[in-house]
Each structure stands twice: as C-alpha cells, then as structure tokens.
Nanobody, 116 residues
Framework: QMQLVESGGGLVQAGGSLKLSCLASGSISGINAMGWYRQPTGKQREFVALITSRSRTNYADSVTGRFTISRDNAKRTVYLQMNTLKPEDTAVYYC??????????WGKGTLVTVSS
C-alpha cells in the first residue's frame, strides 16, 4: 500500500500563508483522486480539497478562494497552498489517495496552527 508523508505544517499568524506537501512512495499519476482533509482538536475529520487524475479540483466552502490544491506527478507530490489563514483553520491536515470507493491510503498528518 502506498505511503503518504505530509510536511509543511507549523505556526503562522492569522492572515499568513503556508504550503503543505504530500509525498507519495509511488506514482500518483494513475490514482483516481488525491485529497486534503483536516481534523481540528476534538472534532471530526473534514474535507478540505480534492484533485482528480485529470486535475479537476473541488474545495470545501470554508476554504474556497483561499486554498489551492495542485499536483506534480513527476515529483509524486500533492500540494495545498493556504493563504489568508484564519484561526479556525487550525487542525491536523491529512493527505489521502483515493484509488476507488472504499479504497484509500492516508498519511499521518501535519499540524497547522494559526494564531490570532
């Protein structure tokens, strides 16, 4: 099963930016979709952004216009550019590979903390 490793998290002030990376252990070019999710402390994991194998994208309403998902198949990496960060964006961010319905791989997450 593919391994996914997230990086790029950290502490940032409100209004700032961060770019997360998700490095896959194998090729991502044939994977149906790659996604980013987040889990605030004490809450359930929620959808953030998705990019398909054809580079179609979809975003949660709460991040539309502020976050951008992209992929570099040659580098086996998916990115999440996060701008105009808000304290409510504070969470552990997870990368996922969606091969088919019910068939997924998940990373271990990277913590993003946005201070007010």
């Amino acid at each position: 099963q593919m391994q996914l490793v997230e990086s790029g998290g950290g502490l940032v002030q409100a209004g700032g930016s961060l770019k997360l990376s998700c490095l896959a252990s194998g090729s991502i070019s044939g994977i149906n979709a790659m996604g980013w999710y987040r889990q605030p402390t004490g809450k359930q994991r929620e959808f953030v952004a998705l990019i398909t194998s054809r580079s179609r994208t979809n975003y949660a309403d709460s991040v539309t216009g502020r976050f951008t998902i992209s992929r570099d198949n040659a580098k086996r990496t998916v990115y999440l550019q996060m701008n105009t960060l808000k304290p409510e964006d504070t969470a552990v961010y997870y990368c996922a590979a969606h091969y088919a319905p019910g068939m997924d791989s998940w990373g271990k997450g990277t913590l993003v903390t946005v201070s007010s």
